[in-house]
């Protein structure tokens, strides 16, 4: 259950900084 959560946080935290990635390089 924490391993999930952990894994599931890690994941958003990843496609949070693609998305900031995409967003600056398409700005």
Known sequence: CIGLA?????FIL???EITKRIS???A
């Open 14 to 16: 990843v496609g949070g």
């Open 24 to 26: 600056l390089f398409h």
């Open 6 to 10: 952990a894994s599931m946080g890690s």
